[in-house]
């Protein structure tokens, strides 16, 4: 969020924040009558638009939180919240003509994410195409299940978020609790999430997932080095995506997202879209690519492509 | 502001007094309430998963009956037409139960969206100011203020002329007619937006039609009045509220032309979908004809469209559309016809199949069935009360008293003698 924004709803924070405390004192004492109990729901109650707080508020509700997942999960909590790097815009290529469909980068986005194991949430989807009909969606096999992958006759793609530039998901929030970031992700702030699925209804990839009850999370399986808007543990009834493994990639010492270091035989491409030397950029000036569902100009930043 | 809070009083003391049927009818509404919030409580304490909605289907019996209610409402318009542009005495005398319906089906559409949503308690969000609202992004967002406006607006007008009546004035056209004309635009915008709401949505190509808003509107115009004809009777029968035959027969040749461009789109719209035969086609074909073996809509979808067809010739023919008999099978068809077609068979094909072909077959619970209950009993409830209110206020059986403070109920001289009084008294509604 550039400092513009920010002077700019100075004035409105300020309202805001008067009218809150005049609620929270009338409310507060009537409704709570422990005083530590009330201070932390509370502060969770009216909890501001992620992108509206101020860096000691934000400072705060990262501590809050940390403590909160750890006392959950029995373990030390990581929750981050770093910013987007400077010139930096993240890309993603898929090479069709490797994929195997073995599902690997599906669970181990699982894995990784924190998404609920019960009922399971798969930000991933790996469809089963036939090579004859190409890439038919009406026709595609989302329940395939042989013993050995991959299967005479078919090819496999695999479907997440696209990071769409001209992102519809975000365009129809009604309380801005979606957006796209500088580096190209388009993160959720759960915290600020009505769930309303809208978004989920606009979303031309499949590519949002609602918490239909509250997320089933081994405290074992836990991930605890997490990301404010990527993968700390979800509440229940919010949406969640894909957000290119926010809490790997943006750090200084980046990492690849979990599904494309899983991936057994290297179909997946990541980097730097500005940077000329990525292989992301190899991939798109020299292979065949192709973007999904290229006529509703969401402007994807995910590439499928054939090496061979 | 001592009259709004006497006039307050004068309609809690009336809201009390009625027949057995009254209350029986009362009664039975605020069980159904009661119901509806037990489903919905244990709703709030699962999450949404008691409900048949997934990934795939992400809106369903809520988002129907909301969309379906929203036309209800928008057809109030039908009756503030005739009665404030074209001055026709007939309908001017029942207008007033048109906006007293709007008020009712927007609280009923603010109740669907408010159980379809993950997370109620940050319903403040959508506060500008307080929370964020994304206005004017969001189709949402433009529905929140439109539904909102509505609401008010029927509420200030109808509020205001009984105010007067009660006390014993003529209410000042000059001051309502401006809102009275206003509200003929909102009502239309109301229906507008939620069809935007859909339309928007190039992931969906079964809303992503451009004749989505106009069949709305048209729809809209055949379910709302059919709802209005039936409830005129009620009224007429169950009460000394007096309706005249040629205000219901007029409402009633107003809904066989709204039924014709009804027809006539969904027609537009299966020509193109089915001789285009693109990969668009597919959600078209799941309601109507099944598509890989799914085809739970089918028989809603075709019941839906004999309903309104029959309905449309008995409404276009004089003869059966003037016979009280053909009338109400009329109006109950179009009723069933157009909420089997704006509700489920409207939202549902939006998600089947889903954008990347995955087919979930999507039929409610019982706890979405119950709670949808719910809120049509809080709707019936909410109606119910405003025209205990409103019709002895337009019979001139209910207005202050000669001291200016106390309300004068029927021909009740004595209020605080109840025991007396419940004995002896012919309630107006048991009439």
Known sequence: ?308 | MKKVWAFLKGCFVLLRKGSKIYYAWVTFLLALMVIGTMAYISQLYSGLIVTAMRDQVSWGFYISNFTFIVGVAAAAVLLVIPAYVYKWKPIKEIAILGELLAVSAMVMCLLFVTVDIGRPDRFWHLIPKIGILNFPQSLLAWDVVVLNMYLVLNFVIAGYMLYSLYYRRQPNMTYVLPFLLFSIPAAISIHTVTAFLYNGLAARPFWNASILAPRFLASAFCSGPAFMILLFQVIRKWTNFEIKDEAIFKVAELIAYAMFINLFLLGAEIFKEYYSDTAHLAPMKYLYQGLGGHSDLVSFIWTATIFNITAFLLFLIPQTRENYVTLNIGCILIFIGVYIEKGMGLVVPGFVPDVLGDFYEYSPTGIELLVTMGIWATGLFVYTMLLRIAIPIMNREFYVGDDGVHPFIGDQQFLFRRAEVAKGEVDILSQ
């Not at chain 1, 930096?88 to 073995?102: A, E, P, Q």
């Not at chain 1, 808007?229 to 997202?257: A, D, H, M, S």
């Open chain 1, 1 to 308: 969020m550039s400092d513009k924004g920010t002077n700019d709803k100075q004035v409105f924070r300020l309202t805001r924040r008067k009218a809150l405390k005049g609620l929270a004192a009338g409310l507060g004492a009537l409704a709570f009558p422990g005083k530590d109990a009330s201070a932390s729901v509370w502060e969770a109650f009216f909890q501001k638009n992620f992108r509206e707080l101020s860096r000691p508020e934000r400072d705060r509700l990262l501590a809050r939180l940390e403590k909160e997942y750890s006392a959950q999960f029995g373990k030390a909590v990581k929750v981050k919240a770093s910013p987007p790097v400077e010139g930096v815009l993240f890309g993603y290529g898929l090479d069709l003509s490797r994929c195997i469909g073995c599902r690997r980068c599906e669970y181990g986005c699982v894995t990784e994410n924190n998404q609920s194991r019960d009922p399971q949430i798969h930000w991933i989807r790996v469809l089963r195409l036939a090579k004859e009909r190409g890439v038919d969606l009406e026709h595609a096999e989302h329940y395939y299940n042989p013993s050995n992958v991959p299967e005479e006759g078919y090819f496999y793609m695999p479907v997440q978020c696209h990071q769409c530039e001209n992102a519809p998901c975000t365009k129809v929030c009604p309380v801005q609790a979606t957006w796209k970031e500088n580096d190209g992700i388009v993160v959720v702030d759960y915290n600020w999430c009505i769930g309303c699925r809208y978004c989920m209804a606009a979303c031309p990839y499949g590519a949002r997932h609602f918490n239909w009850k509250k997320p089933g999370l081994p405290a074992g399986e836990m991930n605890p080095d997490t990301h404010y808007l990527g993968n700390r543990p979800r509440p229940v009834g919010v949406v969640e995506k894909c957000t290119f493994c926010i809490q790997r990639t943006r750090e200084l010492e980046g990492r690849y997202p979990a599904c494309v270091e899983v991936c057994p035989v290297g179909a997946r491409k990541f980097g730097n879209l500005l940077d000329p030397d990525s292989e992301i950029r190899y991939v798109i000036e020299n292979k065949r690519v192709f973007i999904l569902k290229e006529e509703l100009n969401t402007q994807p930043k995910f590439y499928y492509f054939y090496s061979v």
